[in-house]
């Protein structure tokens, strides 16, 4: 289990800034801009992300796409599409589709040999996750895939706030429990 926790870290930072293989951004269904992380990755990555987004037009809930970084410090931005939060009525069907953001968002880096990526907090800005119960979901799933997987040998849960960092250290460090 301590290998999967030395891969895992969380950091307080701009994901913007962060120059790994990969960042992933917490897009819309249609890929049109939005706000949050992915105004933010827009603005930073330029015209040219916009450009490809539009090619493709569209991305299911929980599924994942690639692209390159263009003008971001990142190799490549891979997109993905949380459902929105049910209330707290949440059923098991939008919990898996959460945890599906990461798994695919996992399975795209594999297949593009990514090696370093960065999660935001998918699904806790406008589509109203909870902190804690979207901060479970994501690693469980992470964690899930590195014990099935070696490629990633460094994965950021990468945080807006001091709370929400902290909230991920310390469930990272439970897990050497």
Not at 17 to 22: G, P, V
Request: charged fraction near 25%; charge should be negative; proline fraction near 3%.
């Amino acid at each position: 289990m301590s290998a999967v926790r030395d891969r895992l870290e969380a950091v307080e930072a701009d994901i913007t800034t962060l120059a790994l293989d990969a960042i992933v951004n917490a897009a819309n269904s249609a890929l049109m801009p939005g706000g949050g992380v992915d105004g933010a990755i827009r603005r930073k990555a330029g015209r040219a992300l916009d450009e490809h987004l539009y090619r493709i037009g569209g991305c299911d809930e929980g599924e994942a796409i690639v692209t390159p970084g263009y003008a971001l410090p990142a190799k490549h931005v891979i997109h993905t599409v949380a459902p929105i939060w049910a209330g707290s009525a949440a059923s098991e069907e939008r919990e898996r589709l959460l945890a599906r953001c990461y798994e695919n968002a996992l399975i795209r880096a594999d297949e593009h040999a990514i090696r370093t990526i960065a999660f935001p907090a998918i699904g806790t800005g406008a589509y109203r996750w909870p902190a804690d119960v979207a901060a479970g979901i994501a690693l469980n799933a992470v964690v899930g895939h590195l014990r099935r997987c070696a490629l990633q040998s460094r994965v950021i849960f990468c945080c807006f706030a001091r709370a929400d960092r902290e909230r991920y250290e310390s469930m990272i460090e439970k897990l050497g429990e």
